[in-house]
């Protein structure tokens, strides 16, 4: 029997997926009609196996992917972090990278200057701005690519599992300062996971299953439902 966990209704989603499927050139079918909302300024996770569409959900919320069938609609600026930071990390310094995101907006270099340094204050690493790319840590490279999202000032984002290649001291910080940074800037996250820790921190979370979302609610209810199915 499924379960529904009935404690958490979404009024005013910053996130709408409705009914997409999406199958890859090769005809392999990875999302079937898959539906969420994630509310606005709220931090959601999305929970699967390896290989249920996680990742490419979250390409097709970005525009890097186009569903072959059904609609995505969000509210504001979308930014996304990368299991990998070194993907994402393209010039030599800390302020650099941060500034290079904001070219297309034609700023002053006054303009510049305050967005990268209200950046990397939101995430506590100011005195890093002069620090070169290669001698940072895995855990301070994805709250640079978080700054980033935050210079660029977006609304939500998207995280596909950050916290992959850290160590457990700095996976902890991660998810305690995107779950801060929800709260502070009404920022909208979906984080996706597969550590069912991390689960704690969230508003709510999806669970997704054969590129379809088979359940979702409180981090209480994703809990107890994953530990069923475990046994
Ligand atoms: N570029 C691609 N071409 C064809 N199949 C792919 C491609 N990328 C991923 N897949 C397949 O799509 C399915 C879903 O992958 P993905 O979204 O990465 O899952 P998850 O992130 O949940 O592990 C998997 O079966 C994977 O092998
Ligand atoms: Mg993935």
Not at 153 to 181: K, R, Y
Not at 198 to 213: R, W
């Amino acid at each position: 029997m499924k379960l529904k966990d009935k404690t958490i209704k979404v009024t005013h989603p910053a996130i709408l997926v409705e009914d997409i499927c999406f199958n890859w050139p090769n005809g392999s079918q990875v999302l079937r009609s898959c539906s969420l909302k994630v509310p606005k300024g709220e931090f959601w996770m999305l929970l699967g196996t390896n290989g249920s569409g996680k990742s490419t959900l979250l390409r097709l919320l970005a525009k890097l992917l186009s569903p072959q069938s059904g609609t995505i609609h969000f509210e504001g600026k979308i930014g996304f972090v990368f299991q990998n930071p070194d993907h994402q990390l393209v010039m030599p310094t800390v302020g650099a990278d941060i500034a290079f995101g904001l070219v297309e907006e034609r700023l002053s270099q006054l303009q510049i200057r305050h967005r990268v340094e209200d950046a990397l204050s939101a995430v506590n690493l100011l005195e890093l701005q002069r620090r070169p790319i290669y001698a940072l840590s895995g855990g301070q490279k994805q709250r640079i690519a978080i700054a980033g999202a935050i210079a660029r000032n977006c609304d939500i984002l998207l995280l596909d599992e950050p916290t992959a290649l850290l160590d457990p001291d700095s996976q902890l910080d991660l998810v305690t300062q995107v779950q801060s940074l929800v709260k502070k800037r009404g920022i909208t996250a979906l984080w996706v996971t597969h550590r069912l820790n991390e689960l704690d921190y969230s508003d709510g979370a999806f669970l997704l299953d054969k590129g379809q979302v088979v359940d979702q609610g409180s981090p209480e209810f994703l809990k107890q439902r994953l530990i069923k199915d475990s046994f």
